[in-house]
């Protein structure tokens, strides 16, 4: 744990096999992140922009696309689970994440199939397998967790994803003891509301905060067996706002932040470790009060950007396999 007595984690939201065999190995020695995730666009940055993976994929000549893409993920996820081995051999998470195809994602049946498959090929016990948060999702997640598979609920908006998504792990909790996340992404919301909220002379780079920071205490307050929230979306964009923005204000007790390895820098260098959360219920009504006031729609917000982060790895999916075609 980065922060042990507050049980605070760090997580590189970043997967790329040169990293892997370098930068991610002092990461880890020096105490700064004890996990990672991935998703199809970052999958996707590192199979077609770095060299590490042409050797293998000469290998792979006689695969289809989808075939030569799991084969390249599934080493990454090996190799990054063996280098996490021993954090998770002592109790300190050493998770690593991978997404199931996302064009699965109204797809229960399909989902929880390829999450077993997954986890069975990948054949590490420090492997969380990542479904969006969707009505098919809820589903699988409670499948997999149920058969003793750590899972890592993402693409999440709203408290009601966020219930559901704890309902679904709590339900599980009676037939098997897994450790599971429910990954809520931040910065997103800010980027599509700020500008608006500039012209209003409301606080921007706030709404994204204060979500996830009700979400959280939701999530606490539902006290599920070895359930944690996980923020995602946490870079930053542009120079508004300092780097570790996102880390900084988002500090809490039991929980993980998983970031670009550049706002991980930036929060070690010169991060605010001072716990944020939990924030009471009056001080996010207000502020959501504010945004409402100055004509935004949240229900309609949140959405819109579950639809395109959805569509953000379809996309990102499908131009990988075009290019292993």
């Given at each position: ?23 991610f190995k002092e990461l880890i020695s020096k105490g ?101 948060a969707t009505d098919a999702g809820y589903s699988a ?113 039991n929980s993980v932040n998983t970031a670009p390895i ?64």
């Open positions: 744990m980065y922060l042990a007595e507050a049980r605070f984690a760090l997580w590189a939201d970043f997967i790329e096999r040169t990293f892997l065999d370098e930068e700064i992140i004890n996990g990672a995730t991935s998703n199809p666009a970052i999958f996707k940055n590192a199979i077609l922009t770095s060299s590490a993976y042409k050797e293998q994929l000469s290998t792979l000549q006689a695969l289809s696309p989808k075939e030569k893409y799991e084969a390249l993920a599934v080493y990454d996820i090996q190799k990054a689970a063996d280098i996490l081995r021993p954090l998770y051999d002592s109790g300190d998470d050493g998770y690593v994440s991978i997404e199931v195809d996302p064009f699965l994602c109204d797809d229960a049946d399909g989902t929880i199939a390829e999450g077993l498959r997954l986890h069975a090929t990948i054949n590490r016990p420090n492997v969380m397998i990542k479904v969006p997640m409670e499948a997999l967790a149920s058969a003793g598979i750590a899972v890592n609920a993402t693409l999440i908006f709203s408290v009601e994803q966020a219930v559901k998504c704890a309902s679904a792990f709590e339900r599980a909790s009676h037939k098997a003891s897994v450790d599971t996340v429910i990954s809520v992404f931040v910065s997103r919301i800010d980027r599509a509301i700020d500008e608006v909220l500039r012209t209003k002379g409301v606080e921007t780079g706030k709404m994204g905060i204060l979500n996830a920071a009700d979400i959280y205490n939701r999530v606490e307050a539902l006290n599920v067996p070895k359930c944690r929230v996980l923020f995602a979306s946490t870079g930053v964009k542009g120079d508004e706002f300092r780097a570790s923005y996102y880390i900084d204000e988002l500090l809490a007790p550049a706002t991980i820098d930036a929060f070690v260098k010169g991060g605010d470790t001072v716990l944020k959360l939990p924030v009471g219920s009056a001080i996010i009504e207000d502020h959501q009060t504010n945004v409402a006031n100055a004509g935004i729609d949240m229900g309609m917000i949140i959405d819109q950007q579950i639809r395109e982060g959805l569509e953000a790895f379809k996309v990102a999916f499908s131009e990988i396999l075009s290019e292993l075609e």
